[in-house]
Nanobody, 111 residues
Framework: QVQLVESGGGSVQAGESLTLSCAAS????????VGWYRQAPGKRRELVASISGRRNPVYLDSVKGRFTMSRDNAKNTVYLQMNSLKPEDTAVYYC?????WGRGTQVTVSS
């Protein structure tokens, strides 16, 4: 059974940091395209960052310079380091690869 499990969300103040993790079981991330998405209340789900092969990650403009996506193939886990968080980063963050989605982890940033 394939599972993607996100963790690391929480409630923080603006300017603080969080690191999200997405651990996979039943499937190997390898160098497949993996994405971090987020969905805020009343808004569409948007792609925040993605990584594929040996290319550098690609980021949503609004998070460039603040978020860093990485992968650890030995742990079959991808990460999203989020610095200088803003209230507009508040959302449920999801991990995705192929047709597989995690259940998400809530990030709440207060001003």
């Amino acid at each position: 059974q394939v599972q993607l499990v996100e963790s690391g969300g929480g409630s923080v103040q603006a300017g603080e940091s969080l690191t999200l993790s997405c651990a996979a079981s039943g499937v190997v991330f390898g160098f497949n395209l993996v994405g971090w998405y987020r969905q805020a209340p009343g808004k569409r789900r948007e792609l925040v960052a993605s990584i594929s092969g040996r290319r550098n990650p690609v980021y949503l403009d609004s998070v460039k310079g603040r978020f860093t996506m990485s992968r650890d193939n030995a742990k079959n886990t991808v990460y999203l380091q989020m610095n200088s968080l803003k209230p507009e980063d508040t959302a449920v963050y999801y991990c995705n690869m192929l047709e597989y989605w995690g259940r998400g982890t809530q990030v709440t940033v207060s001003s």
